[in-house]
C-alpha cells in the first residue's frame, strides 16, 4: 500500500478513513458489511488489532483502531477485503460495479486489473481522552450527519450500539486504555 501517511506513533491508537475509489457505493448491503466485520475480527484475533470504534458507510468507513503494526493490519486488511468484495461482487453478478474498479484502476497498480481502495487511510493518532471522545463522537454521528438517520444508535453497521442497552452490537469494542 502506498501512501504518505504514516504512523510517527506505533503505541497509539489511531482513528483512520478508508474510501473505495471514486466514493462508489459498495456497503449497500449486509452481506458487503459483513465482510469488513469479519476481516475486522480475524485481524483482531491474529494480527493484534484493537478496536475502540468503528462505522461503516455506503462507500467508506471510521474507525478507531490500534495494533503493534497498523501499517501492516491496514495493508493486509485492505488487500483482504479487496478480494473479498470483488469475489461478493462476480457471485452476485454485478458487472456495473466490477466495471467502476476496472475503471477507476490506478495506472501504477500493475499487479491488478481493478481497485477497490482509494490509497492510504489517513491516521491520526489519539493523544487524550478528549481527542478520544471527539473522535467516537464523529464515528458515531456520521450517519446521522448525513441524514441516513435520526440517531447514532440507529445505525446498525456502527460501535455506537456498544453502550445501548439491550442492543447487541455488530462488533463489541476493544477498551482504549
Not at 458489511?33 to 485481524?43: A, E, V
Not at 490500534?66 to 486488511?77: C, I, T
Not at 481522552?129 to 444508535?153: C, I, S
Request: proline share 5%; net charge neutral.
Amino acid at each position: 500500500m502506498r501512501s504518505r501517511y504514516r504512523i510517527h506513533e506505533p503505541q497509539a491508537a489511531h482513528f483512520v478513513t478508508s474510501t473505495i475509489v471514486a466514493w462508489i457505493p459498495v456497503f449497500t448491503t449486509a452481506a458487503r458489511c459483513d465482510l469488513l466485520i469479519q476481516s475486522w475480527l480475524h485481524c483482531r484475533e491474529h494480527k493484534g488489532l484493537r478496536i475502540h470504534g468503528w462505522v461503516i458507510l455506503d462507500n467508506h468507513f471510521h474507525a478507531v483502531l490500534s495494533a503493534p503494526d497498523l501499517m501492516q493490519v491496514m495493508r493486509d486488511f485492505k488487500r483482504h477485503t479487496a478480494r473479498q468484495i470483488l469475489n461478493l461482487l462476480q457471485a452476485e453478478n454485478c458487472a456495473w460495479l466490477l466495471h467502476q474498479f476496472e475503471h477507476f484502476h490506478a495506472v501504477h497498480k500493475v499487479q491488478s486489473e481493478r481497485q477497490v481502495w482509494q490509497e492510504g487511510f489517513h491516521p491520526v493518532a489519539i493523544t487524550d481522552d478528549e481527542m478520544m471522545v471527539q473522535k467516537l463522537d464523529y464515528v458515531h454521528n456520521n450517519p446521522v450527519k448525513r441524514g441516513l438517520v435520526a440517531a447514532p444508535e440507529h445505525w446498525r453497521y456502527s460501535s455506537a450500539h456498544v453502550w445501548c442497552e439491550g442492543v447487541e452490537p455488530v462488533l463489541r469494542c476493544d477498551p482504549w486504555r
